[in-house]
Every structure is written in C-alpha cells, then in structure tokens.
C-alpha cells in the first residue's frame, strides 16, 4: 500500500540529509509505528507521504501511485490525518468539522450526515450530544476522538498519525490507545503513526521502525524488536525493561491453563495482557490468579512461572 524508495531529504543543497536514502514497505491494512529519538527523522518521512514536505530524492508510492506526480490538495483529500493538537476548525460544530472533507469531495447531505454519526458511534461519542457542539466545549480526550472521525470521514485507505494523543493525560490515553486499536482491527486502514512512546507504539503498531539519523534501524514486529535488537542503539532505545515491555503483547488467555485456583487468589480477566497480570501479582504478593471471563465466571488459573515462559 505505501511503498517509499530510496527518499531522502534535505532542507538545503548540499546540506545533511533530514531522511537518508530510507527504503520501506506498509502493507496493506497494517499499522506501522515510527520512533526514534527527536531529530531522527520520524515526523519528516512521514509528512512526505502526504506531501506536506516534498523528497529531494527518490520515490514514494501510495496505493500504486507516485505521490510526486498527484495535485498535493487531491492527494491530502484521499488520506485521512490526525496530530497532536487535533486541529479542529474552533468556528465550525462538530458536525461540519467531520464534514469538512466529504463536502469537498462532493458527497450529498444525506449520506454526510449518515456517515458524521456512523463514525460518531465508531469512536464512541453520542451524535445527540455532540454533533451541534463546538471544539471548545469538548474536553481533550472527546477533541481527539473527534480528531480521529473527522479523518476517517471520507473512508481513505490511509491514515496519517503525528503524536496523536500526546497532549492527553496519561489514564485516558492508555483508553483511546486501547479503543483506536479496536477501531482499527474494524475500519482496516493502512496506518503510519510517528510517536516518541514506546510503549504506544507496541500497543498500535503491527511493526516498528525504529529511526536514528535519518535512517531505520530496525523495522519488525514488536515481539521481534523486544525480543532480538537488531543492535546496541536498538538495545538501548527499548530499554532494559524490554522483557517486560513484551509481556504487554500476550494476554492472560496466552499463558492460562484451566486448573482451579486457591480459593482466595486474586482474580484478573482472561482479556487483560501479561505485563498487567504481573503487576498484578506483584501488589498481591502472590505467584498466582484466578482468570475470570467477560462474565466474571472462574475460567482457569495463571501462574508466575507460565508469564514468564511466554
């Protein structure tokens, strides 16, 4: 789906190169993180494929076409994106704001308003209370759901995402983490998500690429980057912690099996992930816990000994 060749950008002739001769691949339907630390070129490569920001060098494909070669204002129109300050029009309702893109796009009234509330229900806001708000009568975490619809307004197979939900409190943005992912198991996007988190990025990413001086260091899985560091930038960047940081990509239903638990072990849902489990344990000073299904219902046990076996 978004293919890009040997890019590279510099912001003067001659001068040092912002992205160096990157080459990568997102398929289609996939998330794919990119972080590294600041100045490393993440937020650079990816306002190139929208063309906020022109390649002084080679080529960048995007549902089989060379972006260079599409009118920049058509292309921004067929690819949704979101940043960190939302970038909501504060004049306009909540309802023209989704609108925004279909409009131009020519859609009738009819199927934008169905679409504004489809999409209203699909990050969890009612159209009853919303659609007549305005951006300033939301609370940041509701601006950015927001932020979100008004990008997937006119269904486009790609999805732009600079630091989406960095200037959101930490709880709710661990929430709109968890949703945004379950949206995007629905709606199949192709996404690019430039974030300075880590963590976030093993939560949304279906790969990582991790940059530094303008080129990917590594580009894998999750499990595959906390698990084999390509090398000791890598190493280092993920953090002594890594083994900890992967149990968050299993779940309780992983690492469970169906024996009975102690009578008075602590209990924890069999959806929840590992790296939680064990927090978990640890607060109960206990090696063990009841696993509990969406009803609540005793469904096997998990053991210290099977998280880490994972």
Same mark, same amino acid.
């Given at each position: 789906?978004?293919?890009?060749?040997?890019?590279?950008?510099?912001?003067?002739?001659?001068?040092?190169?912002?992205?160096?001769?990157?080459?990568?691949?997102?398929?289609?339907?996939?998330?794919?993180?990119?972080?590294?630390?600041?100045?490393?070129?993440?937020?650079?490569?990816?306002?190139?494929?929208?063309?906020?920001?022109?390649?002084?060098?080679?080529?960048?494909?995007?549902?089989?076409?060379?972006?260079?070669?599409?009118?920049?204002?058509?292309?921004?129109?067929?690819?949704?994106?979101?940043?960190?300050?939302?970038?909501?029009?504060?004049?306009?309702?909540?309802?023209?704001?989704?609108?925004?893109?279909?409009?131009?796009?020519?859609?009738?009234?009819?199927?934008?308003?169905?679409?504004?509330?489809?999409?209203?229900?699909?990050?969890?806001?009612?159209?009853?209370? @919303?659609?007549?708000?305005? *951006?300033?009568?939301?609370?940041?975490?509701? !601006? /950015?759901?927001?932020?979100?619809?008004? $990008? &997937? %307004?006119?269904?486009?197979?790609?999805?732009?995402?600079?630091?989406?939900?960095?200037?959101?409190?930490?709880?709710?943005?661990?929430?709109?983490?968890?949703?945004?992912?379950?949206?995007?198991?629905?709606?199949?996007?192709?996404?690019?998500?430039?974030?300075?988190?880590?963590?976030?990025?093993?939560?949304?990413?279906?790969?990582?690429?991790?940059?530094?001086?303008?080129?990917?260091?590594?580009?894998?899985?999750?499990?595959?980057?906390?698990?084999?560091?390509?090398?000791?930038?890598?190493?280092?960047?993920?953090?002594?912690?890594?083994?900890?940081?992967?149990?968050?990509?299993?779940?309780?239903?992983?690492? @469970?099996?169906?024996?009975? *638990?102690?009578?008075?072990?602590?209990?924890? !849902? /069999?959806?929840?992930?590992?790296?939680? $489990? &064990? %927090?978990?344990?640890?607060?109960?000073?206990?090696?063990?816990?009841?696993?509990?299904?969406?009803?609540?219902?005793?469904?096997?046990?998990?053991?210290?000994?099977?998280?880490?076996?994972?």
């Amino acid at each position: 789906m978004i293919n890009m060749e040997h890019v590279t950008k510099r912001y003067t002739d001659g001068g040092p190169a912002s992205v160096d001769d990157l080459s990568i691949a997102v398929p289609e339907g996939t998330t794919t993180a990119l972080i590294g630390p600041s100045g490393c070129g993440k937020t650079t490569t990816m306002r190139m494929i929208n063309r906020l920001i022109d390649p002084t060098e080679g080529k960048i494909i995007v549902n089989g076409e060379d972006v260079t070669k599409v009118d920049p204002v058509q292309l921004r129109r067929h690819i949704g994106y979101v940043i960190q300050q939302v970038g909501l029009f504060p004049h306009m309702t909540i309802a023209q704001n989704i609108a925004a893109v279909p409009k131009l796009l020519g859609w009738e009234d009819a199927r934008i308003k169905s679409r504004t509330e489809e999409l209203l229900h699909l990050v969890g806001l009612d159209p009853n209370e @919303m659609l007549k708000r305005y *951006p300033r009568q939301l609370s940041g975490g509701q !601006r /950015q759901r927001i932020g979100v619809a008004r $990008a &997937l %307004a006119a269904d486009p197979p790609v999805l732009l995402m600079d630091e989406p939900f960095g200037a959101i409190d930490p709880i709710a943005r661990t929430r709109l983490q968890a949703e945004f992912r379950q949206i995007l198991q629905r709606v199949k996007k192709t996404v690019v998500l430039v974030t300075h988190d880590l963590d976030e990025a093993i939560r949304l990413g279906d790969r990582i690429a991790i940059m530094k001086d303008g080129k990917i260091v590594q580009y894998d899985t999750p499990d595959a980057v906390l698990s084999h560091p390509a090398d000791a930038f890598v190493e280092n960047f993920v953090g002594i912690d890594r083994a900890i940081k992967r149990l968050s990509l299993f779940t309780v239903a992983d690492a @469970m099996n169906g024996d009975a *638990p102690s009578n008075n072990a602590r209990s924890v !849902r /069999q959806t929840s992930n590992l790296r939680d $489990a &064990l %927090a978990l344990m640890v607060a109960a000073n206990s090696d063990v816990l009841a696993v509990i299904d969406e009803h609540g219902t005793v469904t096997g046990k998990l053991s210290r000994d099977a998280i880490f076996s994972v």
